[in-house]
């Protein structure tokens, strides 16, 4: 309000720049959802807490890292989803470890990394982005009372 007070074409402007930048991203928002929306409609919850939940150990770690190093979605799409997956019963330490390899860890992208820094350094940064992911989900296991 007070920057339509100030500047009423600035703000204007920027607010139209934002519709944009909203209509943009909403597909991939849509189309992420959908998935996991049809994923959790098929699979049983019983299994989905099995596979990722609080006693599903390194079983979930591997299975949310596998998904989250080849998975291509902007954070602000992976939070809503995680709190789907919290509450179908996915474990915290194992959101963790999805956001963490979903920020850092770039299976997919590697091949255009390794075109700017070459192979060593591109595979060097991912497999070290990896381990870290899986010492947060080992430490936020620990601070759960997991572990």
Known sequence: ML??????EKTLKGLLKGARMFLNLLPSFIVVLSLVAVVLTLLPKEVLIQLMGEQSGF????IAAVFGSVTLIPGFVAYPLSAVLIKNGVSYPIIAVFITT????GV?????????FGWKPAILRNFFSLIAAL???T???VLWGYL
Do not use: Q, R
């Open 102 to 105: 979903l920020m850092m860890v």
């Open 135 to 137: 010492l947060i989900g």
């Open 139 to 141: 430490l936020m296991a």
């Open 108 to 116: 997919v992208t590697l091949p255009l990394e390794s075109k700017y």
């Open 3 to 8: 920057s339509f007070i100030v500047d009423k």
């Open 59 to 62: 079983l979930g770690f591997a």
